[in-house]
């Protein structure tokens, strides 16, 4: 069955870096496009990064544009969410998504405090 | 960008009742819209995927309509588990955005 492992999630300072990485097993992972999805404690959901199954494509929700990238190795069956410039209003849940199917991760918590 | 319009942002309704939440999009979006469930602490799960079809394994109870901008999802008999938050989700159909409605609380009267 599809499973989906996020990790790297911590307390972070304001203005440091952070690097999220989802494990993937149980489907043909090269194959599908990977979305980033965040939720802030009692808030909604929010779409954050979408890339293609080969990598090549990229988009960004305009509020993290410019400070995160996405990324994947299909060799290692990973997807990673590089977060710079990281504030307070990041602070959230982490989900990684697969496009398409829709299966998701259990979330890695990232928490932006001083 | 699309938004997306969810009503009500949240609901009591009692055993047995049936349950209609709404969805609005900003423009046309045919039937790349999705309705997932989420309990407190857990990831959200698909219930309902292209506007109306079921996911397998989910309880007939739940349904979903619509096409273009105005969706619904429905319990047709709340049940004690179906106590959770909702959202609808649009999904481009060349998928480069994803952009979700503001939940709905389904709460016991």
């Known amino acids: 069955q599809v499973q989906l492992v996020e990790s790297g999630g911590g307390v972070v300072q304001p203005g440091r870096s952070l690097r999220l990485s989802c494990a993937a097993s149980g489907f043909t992972f090269s194959s599908f496009g990977m979305h980033w999805v965040r939720q802030a404690p009692g808030k909604g959901l929010e779409w954050v990064a979408l890339?293609?199954?080969?990598?090549?494509?990229?988009y960004y929700s305009d509020s993290v544009r410019g400070r995160f990238t996405i990324s994947r190795d299909n060799s290692k069956k990973t997807l990673y969410l590089e977060m710079n410039s990281l504030g307070p209003e990041d602070t959230a849940v982490y989900f990684c998504?697969?496009?398409?199917?829709?299966?998701w991760g259990q979330g890695t918590m990232v928490t932006v405090s001083s | 960008d699309i938004q997306m319009t969810q009503s009500p942002s949240a609901l009591s309704a009692s055993l047995g009742d049936r349950v209609t939440i709404t969805c609005r999009a900003s423009?046309?979006?045919?039937?790349?819209l999705n309705w997932y469930q989420q309990k407190p602490g857990k990831a959200p799960k698909l219930l309902i995927y292209?506007?109306?079809n079921l996911e397998t394994g989910v309880p007939s109870r739940f349904s979903g309509s619509g096409t273009g901008t105005d969706f619904t999802f429905t319990i047709s008999r709340l049940e004690p588990e179906d106590i959770a938050t909702y959202y609808c989700q649009q999904y481009d159909n060349i998928p480069r955005e994803v952009t979700f409605g503001g939940g709905t609380k389904v709460e016991i009267k």
């Open positions: 423009q046309d979006i045919s039937k790349y």
């Open positions: 292209d506007a109306s």
């Open positions: 890339i293609s199954f080969d990598g090549t494509n990229k």
């Open positions: 998504v697969q496009l398409g199917y829709w299966n």
